[in-house]
Nanobody
């Protein structure tokens, strides 16, 4: 059974940091691109950051560039999202997702291209 389990969310003051983790099991996730998405109340789910299967290519939505860093440890089947200088507008449920295609050199940016999803972890940034 394929599982993605996020952890590391919580309540933090503006300017603070959090590190999200996504532990994968049930498939060799080291062969697949991974993404972090978020969804705030009343808004559509959006891609925050993505990383290709090897970790050699990453992409970010403009609003988090310079503040967030996505990384992966393929030996542990785990993907991370380091979030610094958090802002109230970063408040959302954060989801990790696994690509549907093997060895993609450029991580996809559309949610429909991701096959497996975690249950989400809440991040709340207070002002």
């Amino acid at each position: 059974q394929v599982q993605l389990v996020e952890s590391g969310g919580g309540l933090v003051q503006a300017g603070g940091s959090l590190r999200l983790s996504c532990a994968a099991s049930g498939r060799t996730f080291s062969r697949y691109a991974m993404g972090w998405f978020r969804q705030a109340p009343g808004k559509e789910r959006e891609l925050v950051a993505a990383i290709n299967w090897s970790g050699g290519q990453t992409s970010y939505t403009d609003s988090v560039k310079g503040r967030f860093t996505i990384s992966r440890d393929n030996a542990k089947d785990t993907v991370y999202l380091q979030m610094n200088s958090l802002k109230p507008e970063d408040t959302a449920v954060y989801y990790c997702a696994a690509d549907s295609i093997l060895f993609r050199t450029v991580a996809p940016e559309r949610s429909v291209e991701y096959e497996y999803w975690g249950q989400g972890t809440q991040v709340t940034v207070s002002s």
